[in-house]
């Protein structure tokens, strides 16, 4: 029959739908609310005013079914949540398992978390752990500071006199065109046996130490064999420590050269590619060795600037870069005639990983034009060092010049802003080969406490974009024992693979003098460190005493997490710290912002809030109370918070001392143990246990099968006071068998669950069991046996009612397949329990409903029908109403949750759309629940995330980043007998060895690019219940084409009714809702620095010292290229030698003598 048109509101002329008999799958619902004879009818839920509702059109015919009216629709509603109801009363059995509780009062004990006893212990256990590493490093340091000065310094010393473990020998010999495997080693390099540590996740030897040194630093030269020879003797320094402490893990001796000497012992994990580490540009070590930073890069953009000068140095500023850190404030600007800056950053931000990526990707765009104009640069650099409207680190500040040349000194711009107490340090750098006069660049530099340096080729980047720490360590090392104090630092990757941890570090000086009267040395010698796992400080704080959704938290400073649940970084890039910060790893709030900020000024506090928390799956949000309570872990920069719910004020603790007394057997003779045996699972239902750590010498393992075979042979050994098990987790655990398997029994064992439709009941609890049964539905339950870790845990927790969840479906994936009745609705809620005048909630129980056979009875559910067995006729003189069940071609009626996802629907064909995002279903009705505040959305940016790297581009022939001359350039033979010419001969063929060296991203020499993940940034957005919370009747006008639809909210759940005409017009499918996570670039940085968050800088800064020495500023000569010395240079090359590193004429080297 042709289907006739329609108009926006208007009846449908359709035809007569046939009775159809009861569906044989579905179960028969329970008794009509409006029959007198099945008890008094629920209250009408909240009506709108009358103005809103839709006046209903009926066409002319004799026969027409209207749209449903809205009292009709409520009555389904009733219908739907009597029948919900009385399901989960008679199966889920909360008000059985409240009596079991309370049947079994003597088994156990009620707890109570006192807040701040919990957080003022928990930050006292954490402020001893470090308190001994801080002992520790003080010995160290001591220890280093007297041996480099009882040190001779040996001119002569040769490389077969130092014995030591190389710790990357082994790599390099397996490689054939390691450096050492070419030239022939001479060092005396320890062969030492490893033995598998669990604690380092690493082979170590724990009677030596291991040495590193840099790829681009010669192992043979007599700075470096001074400096092997004079640590050696921290090796039993190491030793002694670890006796003292043997929880001590990584011990470690950056040194201001580059050589880093640690133990125990490890072979190095070398990249596949050219391993970049050098010590000096870890983030522990950058904060040791110097105070914080304001600093601004200025670049010489000028015409002579050009090709691969201008390369040079966009590539020493992104190094120079890496040298900060989170403590610091930077700014990047280029000059000519004027200056300005290279980003949308005006003003000095801080040096965070994002800040930084802005700077690196805008620097690639400086073009050189114009003529240089030293002025105008350094007079912008100065503006913004003396900009104190902004947050900055206000210690030690600096400008650094990246130029290829120039004449004028501009003595009165540094007369005007710095002179005469020359607060400013000036650092300039001389960039590429060229024969211009440099004596103007030293002179700024000596004349303002600075350095002069020379990057001539790409070799002498790294080495002194980073030495200019060593002269901000002068007024540190001139301070003395005011500055030795440790600090502790964010957290990072570890480069040995244990892991995240944080470093607590400490300067280390050099106490030598040139002789009798002469001035104090003012250099550092390096830092020390040593790593504390995040593992071993989590350790330390309380978790299953405080439920599923308590949690304990420590940021730092500047607002980073140390501790937190959701501090989960998909893939970290050991050259840069994790920095998530509190606001980013919850979802943002006033309150939050202020408890943030007493925390970083170190209070004390408490403050109960009401927020917005993400579900463990991420696809919802619940608007929950929480209470957070902080104080400051002492001595240290961080500070400890405590979140707590208040349903988890209270927890049980089982007591079962009356059985442990009267069995001294293993604890597999207990009372209720048996129900925990595989053999009992066909009649008592199919038990999960959560894989904790209830003994040390458990074997864990991810299949729970398996763990629970561990778990049985294991307490086949052990009693029940055995004190290697944690007895809080195992007897909690055997108190919640046993209460469970009564629910079984009071319960679940004497219902029919098809009677219903049901697949499977289940019961999770606090104490790690959840229970399914029958037995055979564990086959397809995929729930996490951890109900901590169990999204429909943690949520029924925070909501009354019941909280449905449909099965997860990707928009991406295939449809879900109805076989065999596999596919549930897990439907849950929480057990409150009151004992006394103590309120917990120890247990969450639920059905899973035959999502097939719960579809089947929601239309019947929301239809006409008056008798069980007959659906309604609308018979030719009668006028009827459509209902879900008889105009389920032209009428769409479905359940969707809180976060937006179907989850029952009376068209056939969306059943294996169920647990998609609605907006995939249809787009047009949710985009109206959404524009009538049905819905609302939360948007946020997870900064974890791991992306699939790109796939390089097209290229072309030449090597990435070099300069290809033009042919102007090849006829010209001025342009040949150039120094321009020698260097670009000379990088190039450099290139064929240490290409990777100038390619945009360096973290691809640490791994292989085509398989290694990388960060970034996800936009995530979430959907929740919004204001409306009543009965609510719209239309959706798509222009020519328009649908009637009615929203309600059930009562007692998570879901939301919708009742709507079917589309007819493509043209309302316009505007889709998107709700999966989408790669994002995250929020404009441009924007964010302009209301940066809160955040303090350390307590302590040496800037400045009277007695400071500062005639050491890099004085030398600029020589012009000798012919001669270059093609020798290129032959060697050519005939596939590796390259000494080249001799810098102004580095530390000649005041390193030791």
């Not at 007198?36 to 026969?63: D, F, K, W």
């Not at 240089?372 to 206000?394: H, M, V």
């Not at 600075?450 to 974009?465: D, L, M, V």
């Not at 992306?947 to 022939?957: D, F, I, R, S």
Request: glycine share 6%; net charge negative.
């Amino acid at each position: 029959m042709a289907v006739p048109a329609r108009t926006c509101g208007a009846s449908w002329p359709g035809p007569v739908r046939t009775a159809r008999p009861w569906p044989g799958r579905g179960p028969r619902p329970f008794p009509d609310p409006r029959d007198p004879a099945s008890g008094p009818a629920r209250p009408l839920l909240l009506l709108l005013p009358p103005l809103l509702l839709l006046p209903l059109l009926t066409a002319p015919g004799a026969s027409a079914y209207s749209f449903p009216q809205q009292h009709t629709m409520q009555h389904w509603a009733r219908r739907l949540e009597q029948e919900i109801d009385g399901v989960m009363r008679i199966f889920g059995g909360v008000q059985q398992l409240r009596e079991i509780y309370k049947d079994n009062r003597n088994l156990f004990e009620v707890q109570e978390n006192e807040p701040q006893k919990l957080v003022e212990k928990v930050a006292g256990d954490i402020e001893s752990l470090l308190d001994r590493k801080v002992q520790a490093l003080k010995r160290l340091a001591d220890a280093a500071e007297n041996f480099q000065k009882a040190h001779r310094w040996q001119d002569n010393i040769k490389e077969e006199d130092i014995i030591y473990y190389d710790a990357k020998a082994d790599a390099e010999l397996d490689d054939p065109e390691s450096e050492d495997v070419e030239r022939g080693s001479k060092t005396s390099t320890l062969r030492l046996d490893f033995m598998e540590d669990p604690n380092f996740k690493n082979k170590v030897n724990y009677s030596y130490t291991a040495v590193q040194i840099p790829t681009d630093i010669y192992k043979g030269s007599t700075v470096i064999l001074n400096e092997l020879n004079w640590t050696e003797a921290l090796e039993n320094v190491f030793i002694e420590n670890r006796r003292q402490d043997p929880t001590l893990l990584w011990q470690v001796f950056g040194s201001a050269t580059g050589v880093t000497r640690y133990y125990p012992a490890t072979p190095w994990r070398a990249p596949k590619k050219i391993d970049l580490y050098d010590v000096r540009r870890r983030p522990w070590y950058i904060q040791g060795a110097s105070s914080p930073k304001d600093m601004v890069i200025i670049v010489d953009v000028s015409g002579s600037v050009s090709g691969l000068t201008l390369k040079l140095m966009k590539t020493s500023v992104c190094e120079m870069l890496d040298t900060l850190s989170d403590d610091d404030y930077v700014n990047v600007a280029s000059f000519n005639e004027k200056a300005q800056p290279v980003s949308c950053f005006t003003h000095l931000v801080q040096a965070n990983v994002r800040n930084k990526k802005v700077f690196k990707e805008a620097v690639q765009g400086m073009v050189a034009k114009g003529t240089t104009g030293y002025k105008a640069g350094f007079e912008y650099a100065f503006d913004q060092l003396q900009n104190s409207n902004i947050t900055r680190a206000n210690c030690n500040k600096m400008i650094m010049m990246f130029t290829d040349g120039g004449e004028d000194r501009v003595q009165d711009v540094f007369e005007k802003y710095n002179w005469p107490n020359r607060t400013v340090r000036v650092f300039t750098f001389s960039v590429g080969q060229h024969n211009y006069d440099v004596t103007p660049l030293q002179w700024m530099a000596c004349t303002n406490k600075g350095y002069y340096f020379e990057i001539p080729s790409i070799g002498a980047i790294r080495i002194n974009t980073q030495e200019y720490l060593d002269v901000l360590g002068r007024p540190m090392v001139l301070a003395g024992k005011e500055a030795k104090q440790v600090q502790w630092t964010n957290v990072y990757e570890d480069a040995l693979g244990l892991g995240l941890v944080v470093t607590g570090t400490l300067p280390v000086f050099n106490l030598t003098q040139d002789g009798p009267g002469e001035k104090k040395n003012q250099l550092i010698l390096g830092v020390m460190g040593i790593d504390v796992a995040l593992n071993d400080i989590k350790r330390l704080t309380p978790n299953y005493t405080l439920g599923a959704n308590g949690y304990v938290f420590a940021i730092d400073l500047n607002g980073y997490v140390l501790l937190h649940p959701n501090l989960k970084p998909q893939t970290t890039n050991f050259r840069e710290p994790v920095t998530l910060d509190f606001l980013d790893a919850e979802l943002e709030d006033e309150n939050k912002e202020e408890i943030r900020r007493s925390m970083i000024d170190g209070n004390k506090g408490h403050k109960q809030i009401r927020t917005l928390v993400k579900s463990l799956d991420e696809r919802y949000i619940d608007e929950v109370i929480r209470n957070y309570t902080w104080v400051p872990i002492r001595s240290t920069n961080y500070s400890l918070g405590l979140v707590l719910p208040p349903y988890s004020t209270f927890y049980l603790q089982a007591n079962l001392s009356d059985q442990i007394l009267q069995v001294k057997l293993p604890i597999s003779k207990l009372k209720d143990f048996e129900f925990l045996l595989p053999s009992s699972f066909e009649s008592e239902g199919h038990v999960f246990i959560a894989p904790r750590e209830y003994c040390k010498d458990l074997n864990v393992s991810d299949n729970n099968t398996e763990f629970l075979k561990n778990f049985i042979e294991l307490m086949e050994k052990v009693t029940p006071d055995s004190k290697q098990c944690n007895n809080f987790l195992l007897h909690n655990l055997i108190l919640d068998t046993g209460i469970t398997q009564q629910l079984v029994e009071r319960v679940w064992r004497d219902q029919d669950l098809n009677t219903y439709s049901l697949l499977a009941v289940f019961a999770a609890t606090d104490g790690g069991i959840t229970r399914v049964f029958p037995n055979k539905a564990a086959e397809d339950w995929t729930e996490n046996p951890e109900p901590f870790n169990a999204s429909f845990y943690r949520r029924s927790l925070d909501n009354h009612g019941y909280v449905f969840k449909p099965p997860h479906q990707d928009s991406l994936l295939r449809p879900l397949e109805l076989e065999n009745d596999t596919v549930g609705v897990l439907v849950s809620t929480a057990v409150e329990l009151s004992l006394g005048r103590r309120t917990l909630r120890p247990a969450v129980v639920g059905v899973k409903l035959d999502l097939e056979a719960w579809a089947e009875k929601f239309k019947v559910l929301a239809s006409n029908r008056t008798h069980q067995d007959q659906p309604q006729k609308c018979g030719p003189s009668s006028h009827c109403e459509m209902d879900c069940e008889v105009n389920n071609e032209d009428l769409l009626c479905v359940l969707i949750d809180d976060g937006g996802f179907l989850v029952l629907s009376n068209q056939n064909h969306q059943w294996d759309q169920v647990g998609r995002f609605f907006s995939e279903v249809d787009a047009n009705l949710m985009l109206a629940l959404y524009n009538n505040s049905f819905y609302t959305r939360k948007e946020s940016y997870d900064y974890q995330a791991a992306c699939a790297p790109q796939p390089p581009g097209n290229l072309g022939a030449a090597p990435r980043g070099v300069f290809v001359p033009t042919i102007a350039d090849f006829l010209n033979l001025a342009w040949w007998t150039s120094a321009a010419a020698w260097s670009l001969f000379q990088q190039l063929l450099y290139g064929l060895i240490y290409h990777s060296w100038f390619q945009a991203d360096p973290a691809e020499a640490e791994g292989s690019p085509e398989t290694r993940e990388s960060s970034c940034v996800m936009k995530q957005t979430q959907y929740y219940f919004g204001s409306v919370n009543a009965s609510y009747n719209a239309i959706i006008d798509c222009g020519n084409c328009s649908r009637l639809f009615h929203a309600q909210r059930l009562t007692n759940t998570n879901l939301l009714f919708v009742v709507a005409e079917k589309p007819l017009c493509s043209q309302c499918e316009a505007g889709r809702l998107l709700q999966k996570e989408t790669h994002s670039d995250g929020p404009e940085q441009c924007e964010l620095v302009q209301r940066p968050r809160y955040r303090r800088g350390p307590h302590i800064c040496f800037d400045y010292n009277a007695t400071e020495d500062t005639s050491d500023c890099g004085r030398g000569a600029s020589f012009p290229p000798s012919l001669g010395v270059l093609v020798s240079l290129q032959l060697l090359l050519l005939l596939g030698l590796p390259p000494r590193p080249q001799p810098q004429v102004h580095s530390f080297a000649a005041s390193r003598r030791l």
